[in-house]
Nanobody
Framework: QAQVVESGGGLVQPGGSLILSCAASVSRFSLDTINWYRQAPGKQRELVATVTSGGTTNYGDSVKGRFTISRDDAKNTVYLQMDTLKPEDTAVYYC???????????????WGQGTHVTVSS
């Protein structure tokens, strides 16, 4: 069982910044790998950023150097700091939590409802 909720999206001008949050109501959150994806209308879903249980981070080529993913396990929350935003960053952003309901069971993907980010002047 898991619930994932994204927040923080909105309208921002090119060059601006925004912080997205992903809150997960799961046990053993610190063991989970978290991904941020985004999808624009008519386009394929794109992996934006990943943070593992060990704190290792990875980013999609299109956002490297501009976005930063971080986690606060005490709050069961992951953040995506987005800087130097471009119009092409406009999309619905989704949080994906890879979680095990049982300690030795399979990891399953849980998704939030998405939060809209629009970059426009």
């Amino acid at each position: 069982q898991a619930q994932v909720v994204e927040s923080g999206g909105g309208l921002v001008q090119p060059g601006g910044s925004l912080i997205l949050s992903c809150a997960a109501s799961v046990s053993r959150f610190s063991l989970d790998t978290i991904n941020w994806y985004r999808q624009a209308p008519g386009k394929q879903r794109e992996l934006v950023a990943t943070v593992t249980s060990g704190g290792t981070t990875n980013y999609g080529d299109s956002v490297k150097g501009r976005f930063t993913i971080s986690r606060d396990d005490a709050k069961n929350t992951v953040y995506l700091q987005m800087d130097t935003l471009k119009p092409e960053d406009t999309a619905v952003y989704y949080c994906n939590v890879r979680h095990r309901n049982n300690l030795f069971g399979p990891a399953r993907d849980y998704w939030g409802q998405g939060t809209h980010v629009t970059v426009s002047s």
